[in-house]
Structures are given as structure tokens and as C-alpha cells.
């Protein structure tokens, strides 16, 4: 069985009509109960604390969002409500990747069912990312010893540019970018290894990239643990994203990556990352690929 983590603060409230799709939370701890992929329930993770948060960000800009009252442009910038919920829910989800990365060491492989806040950057949230979730995880197991090196592959769609700025001071916490080039953000931070992707790239064009490229580094690295980003906004139906993956495509994305890894025996923990639309049934479900590639691999 494949540790899951999830927290009901993951779901926030947002005002009627906003276009980010903040029911696909729910919605994913729903599929995969459904589909039997959390027998035992899901894992509940503690709330990244203050402390934790500003081994990443600036402590003034962690203040002001644990206070909800972050500056107007920084707000605009995230693209979402700084209120109380949406604070909760971005601690909630640091810890829970936190969490999910301890029980990956624990036990080779674990997800939770939110992260990927890729584009939240040391000074400050954007791009609907408060705090950057996998560059906390990663700094507080390596500050603690629990980590020497990892590697942060990051398959959403949008360049991992908050991500890069997060790490650019920590070597043995490497980040792999495999976005859309001309995609958000306009000006990229540029991480230790970023592949620009053309527009409307296939199936078999992706894949054919990510076979090139992830097990020569994987084995140049040797890393610790892998933190994997799995959003789904590289789909062909995907509001935000510019490539033209197909469901078939995301599934093989998510099982080369969780194949090259743990047949290294590396830990791997997934965070969900980006998927845009006004499908949140279909975005939510195009989410749960990655846990069933997971439950393949550690089934099989
Ligand atoms: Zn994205």
C-alpha cells in the first residue's frame, strides 16, 4: 500500500467564480478513495511551521502571509485571496509535502495529493503559489541530516522558476525543469538543468526527452530522494498549458519517472502540481495518474 498524504485544509474557499480550479482537491481524496488507491485513508500532515517556512523565504514575507496580510501586488502577483484559508491550506500543503517525503524515505515511495507551489520564490508567492511546498521539504530533511542530496524533477508545464530561486544557494538539492518555453513565467529563473519545450509537443516527442534525459542524471546524481512534480497541465485540454499530451502520455510520463527511480531504489515523493480548466472532475482525475503509477510500482 502506498502512503497517500492528504489535509482537509488542502481545499480553500475562494470567491464565486475565481478561475483557479480550488475543487480539485476534494475531488482527487474522492477518486482515489474510490478507487480503492487509500485503503487505510490518507495521512494527515502537521502545518509547516514559521521556522521551517523561512529556511526558504524571507522571514518578513512568511510573517505577513501567516498573518494575511501580505502587500496588495504580492497578492496580485499569487493570483489568489491571501485570507485565512488560503494560508492554512498553503502550510497545510508544505507539510504535507514534508510529510510525504518522510514517509517516501520510510517506505521508497508516498505522494500527497497538493504541493508543486513551484513558482512561490524566496521573496515572495506568484503564480498562485504562496509558499514553495518541495524547496521547504527539501531544506528542512537536509538541514536535519536526513538528506545530503535530491533532485527536484518538475514536469509541470510552467517553468520551476520559484523553485530555482528557493535552491539557488543549495547545490545537493538539484532542480530538473521540463516546461513549455514560451509559457509563464516570461522571465525564467534558470535552474540547474531547464529543458524549454516547443509548443505542442506530442506524446512521443515528451517522452522521448524525458528518456534522454532523467536516467543519466539520476545516475550522475545519485540523490537521496527524488521529489517528482506531476502536474497535469501539459495536457492537450489544459487551459494554462501549450503542449499536447494526452492522458495515455501523462500515465507513461508518471511510470517512466517512478520506474527510473525506484529501479535506482532512490525514495521518491510526488506532489501534484498545476491542471487548468473548468472540468474540475477531469482535472482531478487527470491527477490521480500519478497515484496509480505509484500503487503499479509499488504493487509490482
Ligand atoms: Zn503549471
Known amino acids: 500500500m502506498t502512503p497517500i498524504v492528504y489535509h482537509p485544509a488542502y481545499q480553500a474557499s475562494l470567491p464565486e467564480g475565481h ?18 488507491l487509500a485503503p487505510a485513508g ?3 500532515p502537521a502545518p509547516a511551521t514559521a521556522e521551517m517556512l523561512g529556511l526558504v523565504h524571507d522571514r518578513a514575507y512568511v510573517e505577513a502571509a501567516l498573518a494575511s496580510a501580505v502587500p496588495r501586488a504580492i497578492e496580485r502577483a499569487i493570483g489568489l ?8 491550506r498553503a502550510r497545510a500543503s508544505a ?46 530533511l537536509q538541514r536535519e541530516g536526513t ?4 533532485l527536484i524533477v518538475d514536469c509541470d508545464v510552467h517553468q520551476g522558476d520559484g523553485t530555482a530561486d528557493c535552491l539557488y544557494a543549495c ?16 522571465r525564467k ?5 531547464d529543458i524549454g519545450l516547443a509548443d505542442g509537443l506530442t506524446d512521443a516527442a515528451y517522452l522521448a526527452v ?45 511510470r517512466l519517472v517512478v520506474r527510473e527511480t525506484r529501479a535506482r531504489g532512490i525514495p521518491l515523493a510526488a506532489v501534484i502540481g498545476g491542471g487548468y480548466g473548468h472540468d474540475v472532475d477531469a482535472i482531478a482525475a487527470r491527477h490521480a495518474l500519478v497515484f496509480e503509477a505509484i500503487a503499479a510500482e509499488a504493487g509490482g
Open 19 to 36: 478561475r483557479f480550479p480550488m475543487g480539485k482537491y476534494g475531488r482527487l481524496a474522492e477518486i482515489l478513495t474510490a478507487r480503492g
Open 42 to 44: 490518507f495521512a494527515q
Open 81 to 88: 485571496p491571501v485570507d485565512a484559508g488560503v494560508t492554512r
Open 95 to 140: 507539510g504535507g509535502t514534508l510529510a510525504a517525503a518522510r514517509l517516501a524515505l520510510a517506505h521508497g515511495i508516498a505522494g500527497s495529493a497538493a504541493g508543486g507551489s513551484h513558482h512561490a520564490r524566496r521573496e515572495q508567492g506568484a503564480g498562485f503559489c504562496v509558499f514553495n511546498d518541495v524547496a521547504v521539504a527539501a531544506r528542512v
Open 147 to 150: 538528506i545530503g542530496r535530491a
Open 171 to 186: 547545490p545537493d538539492l538539484f532542480t530538473l525543469s521540463i516546461h513549455a518555453e514560451k509559457n509563464y513565467p516570461a
Open 189 to 193: 529563473i534558470p535552474g540547474d538543468l
Open 210 to 254: 524525458l528518456a534522454a534525459r532523467l536516467p543519466p542524471l539520476l545516475d550522475a546524481l545519485r540523490p537521496d530522494l527524488v521529489f517528482y512534480n506531476a502536474g497535469v497541465d501539459p495536457h492537450r485540454d489544459d487551459r494554462l498549458g501549450r503542449l499536447a499530451l494526452t492522458d495515455a502520455g501523462l500515465s507513461a510520463r508518471d
